[in-house]
């Protein structure tokens, strides 16, 4: 009786989540392991939706543009929740609304980290484009970039690239752990 | 010299470097997870080749789309031929870009703020 019930109500919940979806103009939600396979996967799959919208291509490109980054920072970035698990996971999240697409993105963050992803992206959302020209440039150049490929990098050009400030939130899930939210928004028109 | 003719995946780009015949281009998408492995031998060569390069050196950039952390290995690469320049001979780099790819166009034109190599830019049709 129990199961039969849980059925129903998990069968409402595919229901609901359609219909929000439907309405929202949701193109993508994925909670999960992020590698490059999946950035490979996911990039493919929205740009063949892209194209077929009949969006203008720099519009495309951006939108493509600020996925690999987003993706790439969750694969390169992303901490656990425990120590022994190495897998880097993270939401992504794409909808299209009347002016913008918006692609959301989320991951675990240790909390002895959030103080400078904070300040980072406090710097990029206080510039302007020539100011995050010069910055990207100065980034460059001094190659402040780990093995990894600095996350600093991926958030001047996503910055540089929408013209749109970065939309985030750090939501605290213990003494050590944090969940990081980005929201990056591309215009349009 | 050995020649250099990567074909391109949809993570990866294109390479062709000829010292005999002149060919020097890089085109298509860049976004590979590990970017140190992809251009090392890309980066060795293009060191051999500075030791005995040619009089003239003109550099294709055809690329799409490349991410950040491919921004800074293509530093790497310009710096390089930026010896050869300063070394005396002639090195140009030709940046290709598509009408609609303002971006692209942007980013050749900080690479030629941080680089002194002379930069033409080549508007691609679409």
């Known amino acids: 009786m129990n199961s039969v019930k849980e059925n129903q109500s998990f069968l409402d919940f595919a229901y609901q989540l359609y219909k929000t979806m439907k309405t929202n103009e949701i193109s993508l939600v994925y909670e999960g392991e992020v590698t490059q396979e999946i950035t490979k996967t996911f990039t493919s799959l929205t740009e ?11 519009v495309q490109r951006k939108v493509f543009n600020v996925m690999v980054e987003c993706l790439q920072n969750i694969s ?8 022994d698990d190495e897998e880097r996971r993270g939401i992504v999240m794409v909808s299209k609304g009347e002016e913008s697409y918006n692609i959301i993105t989320g991951n675990i963050i240790k909390n002895d980290k959030v103080a400078e992803l904070q300040s980072t992206l406090e710097t990029v959302n206080g510039l302007d484009k020539e100011g995050l020209s010069e910055l990207y440039k100065k980034q460059i150049k001094e190659g402040r970039i780990s093995d990894k490929g600095g996350a600093g990098l991926g958030l001047i050009d996503i910055a540089k690239k929408t013209g749109s400030k970065l939309t985030y939130q750090f939501k605290t899930l213990n ?15 | 010299m050995e020649v250099i003719n990567i074909k391109g995946t949809e993570d990866t780009p294109n390479v062709v470097l000829d010292k005999a015949n002149g060919t020097f281009e890089i085109s298509g998408r860049s976004l590979p997870e590990d970017v140190n492995h992809f251009y090392e031998p890309i980066l060795n060569w293009i060191d051999q080749y500075a030791s005995d390069a040619n009089a003239e050196t003109i550099f294709n950039f055809k690329l799409e789309y490349f991410n950040t952390a491919s921004s800074k290995v293509i530093l790497d690469i310009l710096l390089k031929f930026e010896e050869i320049f300063e070394s005396g001979k002639s090195v140009k780099i030709k940046w290709h870009y598509h009408e609609e790819e303002e971006d692209m166009l942007e980013a050749g034109e900080e690479y030629a703020d941080i680089v002194e190599i002379p930069f033409e830019y080549i508007l691609l049709p679409d």
Do not use: M
């Open chain 1, 76 to 83: 390169k970035h992303a901490d656990t929740l425990s120590e």
């Open chain 1, 48 to 58: 063949k939706s892209l194209t077929k919208s009949a969006e203008s291509n720099q």
């Open chain 1, 175 to 189: 003494e050590d752990r944090s969940f990081f939210i980005l929201t990056s928004t591309i215009k349009r028109n």
